[in-house]
């Protein structure tokens, strides 16, 4: 089995930067792409950035320019640098992975708990 546990949620101004990290453990063997989505109260669920194992990232519209998606493969962690946050960015933020566990033959997707952030104006 596998696990992936987020931190770096919190509470801040209108125009601050928040660093989310996301650290897969367990017997993994590989990790494939992973990603972040968020999920605000009342809304549907958006995927907000992915990063492949090759490092292609990909944004929705409304964080390109301000987040950046990364991954530290040796250290199977994901990050979501956030800058010039805005309140419309409120939400829980969930990270995914899609991983080869050792021993096994196919890829599965795991999730974190989720972490909030929240933009204060």
């Known amino acids: 089995q596998a696990q992936l546990v987020e931190s770096g949620g919190g509470l801040v101004q209108v125009g601050g930067s928040l660093r989310l990290s996301c650290v897969a453990s367990g017997d993994i063997s590989s990790i494939n792409l992973m990603g972040w989505y968020r999920q605000a109260p009342g809304k549907q669920r958006e995927l907000v950035a992915t990063i492949t194992s090759r490092f292609i990232t990909r944004y929705t519209d409304s964080v390109k320019g301000r987040f950046t998606i990364d991954r530290d493969k040796a250290k199977n962690t994901l990050y979501l640098q956030m800058n010039s946050l805005i309140p419309r960015d409120t939400a829980v933020y969930s990270c995914?992975?899609?991983?080869?566990?050792?021993?096994?033959?196919?890829?599965?997707?795991?999730w974190g708990q989720g972490t909030q952030v929240t933009v204060s104006s």
């Open positions: 995914y992975a899609d991983l080869l566990l050792r021993g096994k033959s196919g890829i599965d997707r795991y």
